[in-house]
């Protein structure tokens, strides 16, 4: 198993760009969710998901948008890029519904917005 | 709201020392959980340890263990026999109550944890 992957690793945008980080995930976990990491702060839940076809927003959705489209994959699209979205992006999934329901992360993308 | 609180920002510890790295937690519900996270310098998040607001004992996992104050609203990660490869930045987070559609976790900022030799 792979477990959480994301593409990219690594992208710089310029101002107004959009892109689309991918989240896939093979445990057929049914939540699923994408934080962002700055310098100096925890991790901040942007969306997240609790099934195919949901989302729901977090804590810092402003200037995101997501999709659930299949079980396995939950997108973070950027329509227009902004300097402050400069950041660590991680993609976490988890089973759902349990007393103890453990996240796993994936490797993370590191975005660079100038 | 929900809140975590990491005070330390830093710590040093000797090799073959323990540490104890501090968390504390606000929040209003009865029902919780709290977990500890570790990202190496590599950047990926790794699961350490979990315990349930009504978990009587404290979780232990390995080399960690939790050491939970239910009144203080303390939930304190312990390493044991500190390695260099402890070396990392140690994440506490608090879900809400178990089970239905949030279960999104709240993060404190962390605590950077350099084990000299």
């Known amino acids: 198993n792979a477990g959480v992957t994301q593409t990219p690793k690594f992208r710089v945008l310029k101002t107004g760009q959009s892109m689309t980080l991918l989240c896939a995930q093979d445990m057929n976990h049914e939540y699923m969710y994408w934080y962002r990491q700055d310098p100096g702060m925890g991790l901040r839940l942007i969306h997240y998901s609790v099934g195919e076809g949901t989302t729901a927003k977090g804590e810092v959705p402003d200037g995101y948008n997501v999709s659930r489209l299949k079980k396995q994959n939950f997108l973070l699209g950027l329509e227009s890029a902004a300097p402050s979205q400069t950041s660590v992006y991680f993609c976490a999934s988890s089973g759902g519904g349990g007393q103890f329901d453990e996240q796993y992360f994936g490797p993370g993308t590191r975005l660079t917005v100038t | 709201a929900q809140k975590i609180t990491q005070t330390q920002p830093g710590m040093f510890v000797q090799e073959k020392e323990a540490v104890t790295l501090d968390c504390t937690y606000d929040?209003?519900?009865?029902?919780?959980?709290l977990f500890w996270y570790k990202q190496p310098s590599s950047g990926e998040m790794i699961f350490l340890i979990y315990?349930?607001?009504?978990?009587?004992q404290n979780a232990t996992e390995g080399r960690y263990s939790l050491n939970f104050q239910k009144a203080r609203k303390s939930a304190n990660l312990v390493i044991s026999a500190s390695q260099l490869g402890d070396s990392a930045m140690y994440f506490c987070?608090?879900?809400?109550?178990?089970?239905?559609?949030?279960?999104?976790?709240?993060f404190g900022t962390g605590t950077l944890l350099a084990v000299q030799p």
């Open positions: 315990q349930g607001s009504y978990d009587e």
């Open positions: 987070a608090m879900s809400p109550p178990y089970g239905g559609a949030t279960n999104k976790l709240i």
């Open positions: 929040t209003s519900d009865q029902s919780y959980g």
